[in-house]
């Protein structure tokens, strides 16, 4: 089975942060960039994070730069996005993605996500 399950997602305060979880089964995570997505109620999906294989390149939308911050554990198999200073716009579904990508220049490209998991609720809200 190929499966990515996020994780960590809830209510939280404008202002709190959460850190979500991305686990990889049935494939080895190492071999592929990982993005973070969201949809906001109404929204298209949109790119939140991405990080390269080795975790040496990492790009944020401007939204988030500054507030968020992705990191990898290979040995675990598990990427994360850790999201401090939540605003709420940020309420959203947060997706994880797997890209098998040639360059870091090209990665993430939602078009090209190879594998998506389901998805984790994050509410912002006073």
């Known amino acids: 089975q190929l499966q990515l399950v996020e994780s960590g997602g809830g209510l939280v305060q404008p202002g709190g942060s959460l850190r979500l979880s991305c686990a990889a089964s049935?494939?080895?995570?190492?071999?592929?960039?990982i993005g973070w997505f969201r949809q906001a109620p109404g929204k298209e999906r949109e790119g939140v994070s991405c990080i390269s294989r080795s975790g040496g390149t990492t790009n944020y939308a401007d939204s988030v730069k500054g507030r968020f911050t992705i990191s990898r554990d290979n040995a675990e198999n598990t990427v994360y996005l850790q999201m401090n200073s939540l605003k709420p716009e940020d309420t959203a579904i947060y997706y994880c993605?797997?890209?098998?990508?040639?360059?870091?220049?090209?990665?993430?490209?939602?078009?090209?996500?190879?594998?998506w998991g389901k998805g984790t609720l994050v509410t912002v809200s006073s």
């Open positions: 993605a797997a890209d098998k990508i040639t360059t870091v220049q090209a990665m993430c490209v939602m078009p090209y996500m190879d594998y």
């Open positions: 049935g494939f080895t995570l190492d071999y592929y960039a």
